[in-house]
Every structure is written in C-alpha cells, then in structure tokens.
C-alpha cells in the first residue's frame, strides 16, 4: 500500500506543478456544492449550472426556503438535470437530515466519525461517489474519490478499476493528505482528464505519463 500511497502523491505533486490551483468544488457555499452533487450524478455539469441558477434565484440557497419548496417547485427547478424526480427525492432527504442536526456540518463529523459516510450512503439516492464528495467538500474530510477520470487514468496505469469499489479497496491517500490536498487532487484529476485521459493514446502523451515514466511508476 505504501508504493501505491507514493504513487498518489507523485500524481497529485505532477499535476499541482504543471497545472496550478484547481479551486474546486465550482461553488459558493457548501449547500450549493450538496445540491450540485446531487444533481451532476449521471448528467453533465453545464445542465447542473442551469439547475443550480433556477434554484439560486427562487432560494438563494437559503437552507430555510429550500425545505419550503414544495416538491412539484423542486423538480420544477431541477428538471435541466434530469432524473428529476429521483434527485429531488435526494435533495429532501439530505436538506431534512443536515436540518435535523441543525447544518452544523464539524457537530455532524464529531457525532458520527468514521461511521459518517454509512450514514450519507443510507439517505435514498447517496451513492459511493457522491457520499465521498460530500464527506470531502461538504464535511472537510480526507477521502479518496473515484470517480470516472480516476478509474481512467489508474486502468491505464495497470491497475484493476472496473468499478468504483474496486479501486477505492486497491488505493488510499497518503497519511499525510489534508482535507485541502483531497479537494486539490479530485479537481486536478478532472481537469486533466478531460483533456488527456479520452483514449491510452492520448494519455501516453501527456505530460504525466511522461514524468512518471521516469519515476519508473510501475
């Protein structure tokens, strides 16, 4: 495990050096990044921007006038997203839950602890990746998220990735990551991915691949 929390750290540090700063969740608030993650699940984020900018103008993203909408308001405004009915579904159940323990995101970390993420996996449409999303971007946790790009980039590299638990049972993040450093990695990872990572090809001609080719990554 350790080569493979190495390996983690030497992406991340290629990444932050050629690429920068990635500032991401895109969002204002930790309420608007819960509703974002919700929404961006099986859709594109341009049809999540307009959900998003129909919710701000009707609730400002005010947790009070978001448990306000009734349900038929909800999807209304979610529609752009698709599976509308689904999400909103989610939505309730989150903002009821986050209302129930008064939004204090830290009293919510101090309550559950390690037993936080089974409890974002109960509330109905809270999958894997959006519970760890969550747990990093909403709850300030270190968590590894893999998603998509990260599957993509660790098949190419050898590793088994057929599935989002497969991965996550194979790679942890090193032991020194802040919750800053997971937030970084995720957005990295995304932004490089959908330059670099649209077929092997590509991604053997990316500046990564190169550097680690020379850090004998395998």
Do not use: C
């Amino acid at each position: 495990m350790a080569a493979r929390t190495t390996l983690i750290t030497e992406i991340y540090q290629i990444l932050y050096k050629k690429m920068g700063p990635q500032g991401w969740w895109p969002a204002d608030s930790k309420v608007e990044i819960l509703l974002g993650a919700i929404l961006v699940q099986n859709t594109n984020w341009n049809n999540v921007a307009r959900s998003l900018t129909k919710l701000q103008q009707e609730t400002n993203f005010l947790p009070e006038k978001l448990q306000q909408l009734s349900l038929p308001q909800l999807q209304s405004l979610i529609r752009p997203s698709g599976f509308y009915r689904q999400k909103s579904r989610s939505i309730v159940a989150a903002i009821n839950w986050l209302a129930e323990n008064k939004w204090d995101y830290q009293a919510i970390v101090d309550q559950f602890g390690a037993k936080l993420r089974s409890q974002l996996l109960n509330l109905p449409g809270i999958g894997q990746e959006t519970a760890d999303v969550l747990l990093v971007y909403v709850f300030d946790q270190v968590e590894f998220i893999a998603d998509h790009y990260t599957r993509k980039l660790f098949n190419y590299l050898g590793y088994q990735a057929n599935s989002y638990q497969q991965l996550k049972q194979q790679l942890k993040l090193p032991a020194n990551f802040t919750y800053q450093d997971a937030q970084e990695l995720h957005g990295l990872l995304d932004e490089f991915g959908k330059i670099w990572l649209k077929n092997k090809s590509i991604f053997e001609n990316s500046f990564l691949f190169l550097e680690l080719k020379k850090i004998k990554f395998n």
